[in-house]
């Protein structure tokens, strides 16, 4: 039986454990009746282990999200088209706009709780006549998306240890080729964290939970406490067009990238699904709470930020990049800046290490199904440690070959970064969009769950599949204008470019062994 908006489990069967699951049998650990349930009917094997439980869970999507962090050291395109008060108000329209996404989401994960996610849901619930191209393409899409996403968290935890050293010895010069160094060197530490330390990173999301919370107070302490602050008629109503842009409105829609980009990746328990316990109640429990949660602090930190900086030009010229570090340096000493600045640095890292998890369990989930070259390597689970290692490698292995670009052009990188949001709001729309077509036209045919929106499923799914569209089209646009190549949004040929890849791959090759999830479901029937 399915439940309302609040997630009550109501006539749901109870969570218990068999004897092998209470004697923590091989694969089997934590895996309750109703996970057991869920994964038959999907027709997959359980191989992974189930260490993840409510706070562990929530603690994984809060990190990996990190919204006050992103706010403080990704907003640099908000202040130029925007300033304060356009990425105040453009985080509060986008937090409600993208909240329709996430409880769209969070039903698709209650229905099919599954580490594949959306290509997952657009095989299920899309019409049977377009399910398995599409299915495809969401995969590759979602694919794209996390591994490129994943290689931005190196890359800002390099660039930032390059900014305080930079605040300690203002001659030190910064070079690409050291960035790059520093990408491979985070990258590597996560490697082997990620293996070899798989069964203490539940442990290890509850301690950064903390971290994430105390942080955040330090923080915002410091900026009220002793920053110099701008009126609130500046903070809040004076915007500004700084990108050269026809109107102001328009340089808000561009500039609302930043928050747009702080906003994404609840989804990201849902790839971790077949990790935690009881999955149909707690991952969409995870993503709601997780979003409401970095929403309240996210705003919170977003209007203190935003009073501080009182000479924005000042702020965007900063010799590190980083205007967070201009503020900084307006309330304490270098020393202090450099103490302050650990604080994202560590946090970024812990996302970091949580986005390699949830990247490479998604990527692991469409190699299963065949729907990646390599595949049945990529698809191979570490037996004693019951990770999938390979999967874990490969997704290393992208951030680092994404690293060397950096050497020869930032500006290639960037766009292979910004690619992250663009992919991934193509995969909301299309199984958002599914799910959709599902409650409309075959209501009865969509599986029960614990977690449902009930009456509320049509209007919220039209609200998230517009909403995805609406960010999907801001995201190619460029920073101002006039556009030089340098300047120059290139996530769009790089989308067109991964976009035809996919085609091609399909036509040789995926077409032949790649069937989609839906054909494992149960009461699945061909044609």
């Known amino acids: 039986m399915a439940t309302d908006l609040n997630g009550s489990s109501g006539d749901s069967p109870p969570k218990e454990h068999d004897a092998e699951d209470i004697a923590g049998g091989k694969g089997n650990h934590g895996y309750t009746r109703q996970d057991r349930s869920d994964m038959s009917r999907m027709g997959k094997v359980q191989e992974l282990r189930r260490d993840y439980r409510p706070l562990s869970a929530l603690a994984f999507t809060v990190i990996l999200q990190g919204v006050w962090e992103v706010l403080l050291t990704a907003t640099y395109q908000g202040l130029v088209d925007g300033g304060p008060a356009g990425l105040i108000w453009s985080f509060v329209w986008t937090w409600f706009g993208m909240s329709t996404v996430i409880l769209s989401l969070a039903e698709m994960s209650s229905m099919a709780p599954t580490a594949g996610g959306q290509y997952h849901w657009v095989s299920e619930f899309s019409p049977p006549s377009i399910q398995k191209p599409l299915s495809y393409f969401t995969g590759w899409m979602s694919t794209l998306s996390w591994q490129a996403g994943t290689a931005s968290g190196p890359f800002l935890v390099g660039t930032l240890i390059q900014s305080s050293v930079i605040v300690m010895y203002p001659e030190y010069a910064p070079t690409t080729w050291q960035g790059t160094l520093m990408v491979i060197a985070v990258t590597l530490i996560v490697w082997i964290l990620n293996i070899w330390g798989a069964r203490g990173m539940p442990m290890f999301q509850n301690i950064m939970l903390v971290v994430h919370v105390l942080g955040f107070l330090a923080i915002v302490v410091v900026f009220w406490a002793l920053s110099p602050r701008a009126t609130a008629e500046v903070t809040f109503l004076e915007f500004r067009n700084d990108g050269g842009w ?28 077949e990790e935690i316990e009881d ?64 604080i994202p640095i560590l946090l970024i890292f812990a996302g970091t290490l949580t986005f390699n998890l949830s990247t490479s369990r998604q990527t692991w989930a469409f190699a299963r199904d065949n729907g990646l070259p390599f595949s049945s390597w990529i698809a191979k689970v570490d037996k004693k440690r019951q990770v999938p290692a390979n999967a874990v490698a490969v997704t290393c292995l992208f951030t680092i070959l994404l690293s060397f670009i950096n050497i020869g052009s930032d500006v290639a990188f960037n766009a292979i970064i910004s690619l992250n949001v663009v992919s991934l709001m193509v995969t909301y729309v299309c199984s958002i969009g599914s799910v959709l077509y599902r409650r409309i036209r075959h209501p009865e045919l969509l599986p029960t769950c614990r977690w449902s929106l009930g009456r509320w499923g049509v209007p919220i799914n039209l609200g998230g599949l517009l909403y995805s569209a609406h960010a999907f089209f801001w995201c190619f646009w460029p920073e101002g204008t006039p556009v030089e190549p340098d300047s120059f949004n290139w996530a769009s040929v790089m989308f067109v470019g991964v976009f035809l890849l996919s085609l091609v791959d399909y036509v040789l090759r995926g077409r032949k062994h790649y069937q989609g999830p839906v054909v494992l479901v149960e009461g699945y029937k061909a044609g």
Request: proline share 2%; net charge negative.
């Open 246 to 273: 026809s109107t102001t409105g328009l340089s808000l829609m561009v500039g609302q990238i930043s928050a747009i980009y702080a906003c994404i990746c609840s989804d990201s328990s849902a790839h971790m699904a």
């Open 279 to 342: 999955a149909g109640k707690t991952v969409p429990r995870a993503m709601i709470g997780a979003y409401l949660m970095n929403g309240v602090i996210g705003l919170v930190f977003i209007i203190s930020y935003m009073f501080t900086i009182t000479d924005v030009a000042a702020a965007l010229e900063d010799a590190t990049g980083y205007p967070h570090i201009w503020v900084f340096s307006q309330a304490v000493s270098a020393g202090g800046v450099a103490a302050l600045n650990t």
